[in-house]
T-cell receptor
Framework: NAGVTQTPKFQVLKTGQSMTLQCAQD?????MYWYRQDPGMGLRLIYY???????DKGEVPNGYNVSRLNKREFSLRLESAAPSQTSVYFC??????????????FGSGTQLSVL | KQEVTQIPAALSVPEGENLVLNCSFT??????LQWFRQDPGKGLTSLLL?????REQTSGRLNASLDKSSGRSTLYIAASQPGDSATYLC???????????FGKGITLSVRP
């Protein structure tokens, strides 16, 4: 029962470096999401993919790009990391976007520090 | 714009106490409301989901109620245990094809 798997769990970057956070789900879900969680700010949606082949901006997309590689995988890329991107990143998936019975399943998170 | 509020931000209770966690939202046109649990350094686990047409959902010692007209939900935890210590977040979906809006969570500590 892997569910939603994120890698890496921890990462330290220097300002200006790039990296990609990987996410994969094995529940045959259509929709996938990337959130960031910051103290005092709660969870904020960065990007989401309602279905394979589509991606859309969430609340805080600046500085990020995403790729829905296939139905299972959804990656988040930081092209030029900034200290403001220090956060805990969560990937999530659901059967479909915005349904009455939509339940989200979360990965265990990536703790990212940008120095 | 939907806003979800959870007050207080932190709560400490002795073991065995029955407790209520509150959640309020500004736009009552929701599709569903979910309660999540988050342990330190971990992801979120969905506890209960209440569809807009439902009034409550129960799972073991947990009971969540929903009053859409007043924009409120409560999570009732019976006979609290130290293992219930975690952060509890509520989130709502507002409208078709929309995404979850989260509250900031209530950090619960149950003292032995």
């Amino acid at each position: 029962n892997a569910g939603v798997t994120q890698t890496p769990k921890f990462q330290v970057l220097k300002t200006g470096q790039s990296m990609t956070l990987q996410c994969a789900q094995d529940m045959n879900h259509n929709s996938m999401y990337w959130y960031r969680q910051d103290p005092g700010m709660g969870l904020r949606l960065i990007y989401y993919s309602a279905s394979e082949g589509t991606t859309d901006k969430g609340e805080v997309p600046n500085g990020y790009n995403v790729s829905r590689l296939n139905k299972r995988e959804f990656s988040l890329r930081l092209e030029s990391a900034a200290p403001s991107q220090t956060s805990v990143y969560f990937c999530a998936s659901s059967e479909a976007l915005g349904g009455f019975n939509e339940k989200l399943f979360f990965g265990s998170g990536t703790q990212l520090s940008v120095l | 714009k939907q806003e979800v509020t959870q007050i207080p931000a932190a709560l400490s209770v002795p073991e065995g106490e029955n407790l209520v966690l509150n959640c309020s939202f500004t736009d009552s046109a929701i599709y569903n409301l979910q309660w999540f649990r988050q342990d330190p350094g971990k992801g979120l686990t969905s506890l209960l989901l209440i569809q807009s047409s439902q009034r409550e959902q129960t799972s073991g010692r947990l009971n969540a109620s929903l009053d859409k007209s007043s924009g409120r939900s409560t999570l009732y935890i019976a006979a609290s245990q130290p293992g219930d210590s975690a952060t509890y977040l509520c989130a709502v979906i507002t409208g078709a094809n929309s995404k979850l809006t989260f509250g900031k969570g209530i950090t619960l500590s149950v003292r032995p």
